[in-house]
């Protein structure tokens, strides 16, 4: 019974159980631009591949996974990379409202009279922010390493003349090269 229901075109059956109880989901398996546009805007949401799967609408996270596979589907993959970078931008963002949001950080601690005695520190609060900080900082820095990451690129992306002038120059044997335009150090 349950094999016989067919979508219509574009618009995905939901999902629904077998007898057995065994989920089974119709959900649109085949790309098209405008679904993976769909999910490249969720995921810019700040929405989880989880939480955007999780909609019958959309497509599986295997069948999304797939799509990534797919050597075919190459301009749907610069389109997800993309939205995991803008992903990325916006947890940035965020870092500074976790930091710079203090109000859990103490408690007051009362006495059995209900009289304020102290306010100290509140640790779980404290360390949740900083994991939550250290969370986004890795996936910025995973994400965007050219920006957000740790290690310095020392690469020489010079050339032409300059990059056979930079050569002579580092060679220690031939020393540095003639003086240009007919020139002559003493």
Known sequence: MAANIQPRK???APAFRTPEGTKIRHGN???TPAIGRK?????????SLKEICKDPRMPSKRTII???ADPKMSEFREMY???RRVQAE???DEIFEIAD???NDWEKVYNKNGELVDIKPNNEAIQRSRVRIDTRKWYAAKLVPR???DTVNHELDVTGDLAELLKKASNQDSGLPPAIDGEVDE
Do not use: F, H, T
Request: aromatic share 16%; with cysteine.
């Open 29 to 31: 398996s085949r790309y």
């Open 81 to 83: 990379y993309y939205a």
């Open 101 to 103: 949001d203090s109000k």
């Open 10 to 12: 574009g618009i995905p």
């Open 66 to 68: 797939n799509w990534l």
């Open 147 to 149: 920006i957000y990451g």
């Open 39 to 47: 999910v490249c805007e969720q995921l810019m949401l700040m929405k």
């Open 90 to 92: 916006l947890r940035v």
